[in-house]
């Protein structure tokens, strides 16, 4: 997701949080006893952006220079690949998990 699609987002979100708070004030500056509506937007999970090969070769570049290179080797192997541009970009997630236990 793009830096400017997630600053719209937070801008959404505080538009909301106003409304409600506004709502909120004015029913208590009413002294209204009565339930003050509130306008809910369905809470969705933030998206999971993909992870890129890039992501993958910094943190697997890290653990080789750190002295892990077979086991860096054995991982790739591990996915079916001889080297990280043959691996399935859908492993990219699982494989970072396992590089980052090494």
Do not use: F, H, W
Request: aromatic share 2%; with cysteine.
């Amino acid at each position: 997701m793009s830096k400017i699609k997630l600053a719209l987002d937070v801008v959404a979100d505080l538009r909301g949080l106003a409304n409600s708070i506004e709502s909120l004030v004015n029913a208590m500056g009413n002294n209204n006893t009565a339930e003050v509506p509130v306008t809910s937007k369905e809470v969705v999970p933030p998206k999971e952006e993909p992870i890129t090969i890039e992501e993958v070769r910094a943190v697997l570049a890290a653990k080789s220079q750190g002295g892990k290179q077979l086991e860096v080797k054995a991982l790739i192997i591990k996915y079916g690949a001889n080297k990280l541009t043959d691996i399935d970009p859908s492993c990219y997630k699982d494989l970072l998990k396992e590089a980052e236990v090494l």
